[in-house]
């Protein structure tokens, strides 16, 4: 099984982006399905969680709560995807240092690699479009990051995941 870049993942409907959260948890935080329902989402067990997941009708007040506690917005990303939106990480004016720079290139590689497959046959729309959408998210990032150089946000120590 590869591994899966979460950072430009994007579930295709609301039951993959919950167990897409899920499965994160897990691999990142070491949290199951049961401590997320208990710990975090303040249930009696996880059998509403499990029930949420399988028919993909989480309620709207534990969204926030299941990002945070899986540490990535993947409901958040379905929903701006399914209406044609990016979601771009608000940039704080850092300076990028050449590692961010190269990862910029490789995700505008992987976007031109991908337009040229699809255009060959080899790769279907929505694979291409992923690429697109994860290439248009990255630039979008710098070009905030580069307007906001002039005046720098504060660093509070928020990791980036990946």
């Known amino acids: 099984m590869t591994r899966r870049n979460w950072k430009h993942w994007v579930p295709r409907s609301p039951a993959e982006a919950m167990s897409g959260c899920a499965e994160h948890a897990l691999q990142r935080h070491n949290r199951g399905i049961e401590r997320l329902a208990t710990d975090h989402l303040c249930q009696n067990n996880a059998s509403s969680l499990y029930k949420w997941m399988g028919n993909g009708r989480l309620p709207l007040t534990m969204v926030l709560p299941l990002e945070k506690a899986c540490g990535l917005p ?7 995807a399914a209406h044609g939106k990016l979601l771009v990480d608000i940039p704080v004016g850092k300076a990028c240092n050449a590692s961010d720079l190269q990862q910029l ?5 992987n976007t031109t690699g991908a337009l040229m497959a699809f ?5 279907t729309a929505e694979q291409t479009l992923d690429a697109i959408r994860a290439g248009l998210e990255s630039l979008a990032w710098h070009h905030g990051n580069v307007a906001q150089a002039q005046t720098p946000q504060l660093d509070f120590g928020v990791a980036d995941d990946e």
């Open 74 to 80: 993947l409901i958040t990303r379905y929903l701006a």
């Open 105 to 109: 290139q490789g995700v505008l590689h």
């Open 119 to 123: 255009y060959d046959g080899k790769q």
